[in-house]
């Protein structure tokens, strides 16, 4: 079956302009996470949903950034007023039910590049 | 707080030959999950196996075999007769119920396997 799709796979952006990156998880999915992977680190968790509402935000940085996942299925990320420090590749990621026992499985990402 | 923590940064091989990626953790709950996770040059990230915390049975599938202890709160991944497909960052992740549905990544090890 399809598996997460990510779109835009790349984008620039001017500093202070406003961004949208969209997920549409595996089928399915109840659980939908938003990671973000700087280069030579590993994903940092931004933000979790359980169906329509975000269970978790306490990994965005700061109110710049928003998520919704308005139907429970595609999930948007929303950034604005982009810096240059929020370049980084932007990975989604679904899991059948949630829970720390499931294990998260990613889209290939949406590298954010701010000029 | 949870932490995961692969030393190996980088790790060059020949083909064929055996290499075990490390991964040492941290958590204070004794109830918790384990993950190894591939990212090729694609960039995609791929789910390799979980391990909870109450097995302790080292697990072989094909050529990959993992050995958890947690008497030394680690989680190693060995890789028998390596190929240049193998090639690739590698990630262990914790996630545990105290973190909600965080999972926390390791930095990464990247395998460069040489024909």
């Known amino acids: 079956g399809a598996g997460v799709s990510q779109t835009p796979s790349n984008k620039v952006t001017e500093k202070g302009k406003y961004v949208e990156l969209r997920c549409d998880p595996i089928s399915g999915h109840t659980a939908l996470y938003w990671y973000r992977q700087s280069l030579g680190q590993g994903p940092e968790f931004l933000i979790y949903f359980q169906g329509t509402g975000a269970a978790d935000d306490s990994g965005l940085p700061n109110d710049r950034f928003f998520a919704v996942r308005p139907e429970g299925s595609v999930s948007t990320l929303k950034i604005q007023r982009t810096e240059r420090g929020d370049s980084a590749v932007y990975l989604c990621?679904?899991?059948?039910?949630?829970?720390?026992?499931?294990?998260?499985?990613f889209g290939n990402g949406t590298r954010l590049t701010v000029t | 707080a949870q932490k995961v923590t692969q030393a190996q940064t980088e790790i060059s091989v020949v083909e064929k030959e055996d290499v075990t990626l490390d991964c040492v953790y941290e958590t204070r709950d004794t109830t918790y999950y384990l993950f190894w996770y591939k990212q090729p040059p694609s960039g995609e990230l791929v789910f390799l196996i979980r391990r909870n915390s109450f097995d302790e049975q080292n697990e072989i599938s094909g050529r990959y075999s993992w050995n958890f202890q947690k008497s030394t709160s680690s989680f190693n991944f060995t890789i028998t007769a390596s190929q240049v497909v193998d090639s690739a960052v590698y990630f262990c992740a914790l996630s545990d119920p105290n973190t909600g549905n965080q999972f926390y990544f390791g930095t990464g090890t990247s395998l460069t396997v040489i024909p």
């Open positions: 990621a679904s899991s059948y039910g949630g829970g720390y026992n499931s294990p998260l499985h």
